[in-house]
Structures are given as C-alpha cells and as structure tokens.
C-alpha cells in the first residue's frame, strides 16, 4: 500500500500587503473641515472600498466646490446685471432728460419765433394803416383846397353877376322913375282941372322914401317897387276896362 503523505505545512507568515495608491486630493477650501470618519478597526477595509470611498469623497468635494464657484459666479453676474441695469437707468433719465430739455428749447423757440413773426405783422400793418390814414388827410386836404378854389370863383362870378344886376337894376328904376316922373308930369298937366288921388300913392310914397335911405343900393327897393309897377299896371287895366 502506497503510504500516505501528510499535508504539507500550512505558512502561517501573512502575506505582504499591498500599498494603497496615492491620490491628489483638491485643495481644502478656507473655513471648511473636512471630517473623515477613522476606519473601522473591527474589520480589515479592502483597498477596493477605500478606493470607492475617496473617489465618492473626491467627487462630493468637486462637485460642492463646483457649486459653490457656480454661485459665487451667479451672485457676481447678478451685481453686475444690477450695475447694468442701474447705469441704462441713469444713462435712459439723462437722455429723456436732454430731449426733454431739447424739445422745450424747441418749443419755446417756435413760441418766440411765431411771437416775434405776429408782432412784425402787427407793426406792418399799423405802419399801413398809419400810411394809408396820412394819404387820405394829403387827398382831403388837396380836394378842399380844390373846393376853396372852385367857391372862390363862384363867389367872384356871383358878385360880378351881382354888381351887373344891380347896374342893370339901378339904370332900371332911373328910368323908371324918369318916365314915372314925366307920365305924372304930363297926366297931372292933362288932368289938371279933375281932383284925382295918385295911382298908388302908398307905395309911391315908399318907393321915393326906400331910394333916398338906400342910395346906390337899389336891389333894397326892388320888392316895393316890383308891387309899384303891378300896382300901376293893374289900375290901368282897370281904367281901360271901365272906360274911365
């Protein structure tokens, strides 16, 4: 029978363990610990689960500090939308402000323009009217200066006319007065012997009075002796009628 070998020893010597990999962990942000739990000394840790756990470690921290940067980004970008959107404020008042300020010049431009064009009108208009007003005293005076000059020969043809009337007049009633003189003469001659009243006496009477108190001014007597010679002619027709 083959003998039987008795198993071969046991190495009791641990096996040498093999050294964990080093990492580069990021740098530790300021104000921040980070407390790593120590390792269980119950039971020996795989280096396959320490490995997991730095790099669950390692991504938490990148990932927190990612955020952190995203927000520390997020709060400078929104300071800085503020700063814009205050400086677009302020730059918006200062031109609404200037065109403001533009469009009142303009206007109280246009104002004064329009002012100044309706004062000018009101200046030529009251020159005009000034002009127009001297124009027509120039032609009133000139036409009353015709007037005066065309009354001043009515007045000379009127007084020569006149003086002609009154010489015809005076050589009138001269003559008769002659041949009332001369027919009284003759009819008082004829008629003698007859006691007979004048041939209207009265206004004989008042005709020789009105030419002794108006000598030279016959045109005086002319109403009296007018009624005289009517007088005369009526009592002839009366004497002619009668027979007498």
């Given at each position: 029978?083959?003998?039987?070998?008795?198993?071969?020893?046991?190495?009791?010597?641990?096996?040498?363990?093999?050294?964990?990999?080093?990492?580069?962990?990021?740098?530790?942000?300021?104000?921040?610990?980070?407390?790593?739990?120590?390792?269980?000394?119950?039971?020996?840790v795989s280096p396959e689960v320490v490995?997991?756990?730095?790099?669950?470690?390692?991504?938490?921290?990148?990932?927190?500090?990612?955020?952190?940067?995203?927000?520390?980004?997020?709060?400078?970008?929104?300071?800085?939308?503020?700063?814009?959107?205050?400086?677009?404020?302020?730059?918006?008042?200062?031109?609404?402000?200037?065109?403001?300020?533009?469009?009142?010049?303009?206007?109280?431009?246009?104002?004064?323009?329009?002012?100044?064009?309706?004062?000018?009108?009101?200046?030529?208009?009251?020159?005009?009217?000034?002009?127009?007003?001297?124009?027509?005293?120039?032609?009133?005076?000139?036409?009353?200066?015709?007037?005066?000059?065309?009354?001043?020969?009515?007045?000379?043809?009127?007084?020569?006319?006149?003086?002609?009337?009154?010489?015809?007049?005076?050589?009138?009633?001269?003559?008769?007065?002659?041949?009332?003189?001369?027919?009284?003469?003759?009819?008082?001659?004829?008629?003698?012997?007859?006691?007979?009243?004048?041939?209207?006496?009265?206004?004989?009477?008042?005709?020789?009075?009105?030419?002794?108190?108006?000598?030279?001014?016959?045109?005086?007597?002319?109403?009296?002796?007018?009624?005289?010679?009517?007088?005369?002619?009526?009592?002839?027709?009366?004497?002619?009628?009668?027979?007498?």
């Amino acid at each position: 029978m083959p003998t039987l070998s008795g198993p071969p020893p046991c190495d009791t010597a641990p096996a040498p363990e093999e050294s964990a990999p080093i990492l580069s962990l990021p740098p530790v942000v300021e104000d921040e610990i980070i407390s790593v739990p120590p390792p269980a000394k119950a039971l020996p840790v795989s280096p396959e689960v320490v490995e997991g756990e730095l790099r669950q470690k390692i991504h938490e921290e990148m990932h927190r500090s990612l955020e952190e940067e995203i927000n520390q980004k997020r709060q400078e970008l929104l300071l800085q939308l503020v700063e814009m959107r205050a400086l677009a404020q302020v730059e918006a008042t200062a031109a609404a402000q200037a065109q403001v300020e533009e469009q009142v010049k303009k206007t109280l431009g246009a104002e004064k323009l329009a002012q100044s064009e309706k004062l000018t009108k009101a200046i030529m208009r009251e020159r005009m009217r000034t002009e127009d007003q001297r124009l027509m005293v120039q032609l009133y005076a000139h036409q009353l200066d015709e007037k005066e000059k065309q009354l001043q020969k009515r007045d000379a043809v009127y007084m020569e006319h006149i003086a002609k009337l009154e010489t015809k007049c005076t050589e009138f009633y001269k003559v008769t007065a002659e041949s009332f003189q001369k027919g009284k003469e003759e009819t008082h001659q004829r008629f003698a012997h007859f006691d007979r009243q004048p041939v209207c006496g009265d206004l004989q009477s008042q005709i020789l009075k009105c030419y002794k108190e108006n000598t030279g001014k016959t045109l005086s007597c002319s109403s009296i002796a007018s009624a005289y010679m009517q007088c005369v002619d009526n009592a002839k027709k009366n004497k002619l009628s009668t027979g007498g």
